[in-house]
């Protein structure tokens, strides 16, 4: 059992050493030295000779170089996703236009290219068709948009990318 401390007496402070360092000397560090004969390596270095000396920077760099690669291909999967996504609300947009009362399917058309243009470049709105189709027994307007996939930046294959809107025609 403890002695209680007497609340009087001023308190004793311990001088304790940093985690994890109890055994390192003061001073500077040396390697190389015989054994008993002064300080040892500090705890985490590797002597000048040792083969893995050095892999610290090649490795940074490997792994640095991986996580870029990951990053720009998430980058570019996020891209390529907005470019469908944009494409498919285009076509739809178009094709409900096309529909309305006073309008044509030609002005369907010119609609979906006007918003791909102003969205994503004149490269995507090339290819655009608008034709009166049926789904489910329904007469509807039907618009195809055929554009490149992005596969860097906004460059990639044409005619890779296929999508359709569709609106019910009045009448």
Not at 124 to 140: C, F, H, K, L, S
């Amino acid at each position: 059992m403890r002695p209680l401390r007497d609340p009087r007496a001023p308190a004793r402070r311990r001088a304790r050493a940093p985690l994890g360092r109890e055994s390192v000397p003061a001073g500077p560090v040396r390697s190389g030295c015989a054994p008993g004969g002064g300080a040892q390596d500090a705890p985490g270095t590797l002597p000048p000779e040792h083969p893995d000396r050095g892999s610290a920077v090649a490795e940074y760099v490997l792994v640095a170089g991986l996580l870029a690669l990951l990053f720009t291909g998430t980058l570019q999967l996020a891209l390529a996703l907005h470019v469908r996504n944009t494409l498919i609300d285009a076509a739809a947009a178009g094709a409900r236009y096309g529909t309305l009362a006073d309008r044509t399917p030609e002005d369907g058309v010119a609609r979906t290219r006007e918003i791909i243009a102003g969205h994503l470049g004149p490269a995507y709105a090339q290819d655009v068709t608008a034709a009166p189709a049926e789904a489910g027994g329904v007469r509807t307007l039907r618009v195809e948009v055929v554009a490149p996939l992005p596969v860097v930046a906004l460059l990639g294959p044409p005619e890779a990318v296929t999508v359709h809107g569709h609106a019910v025609l009045a009448g």
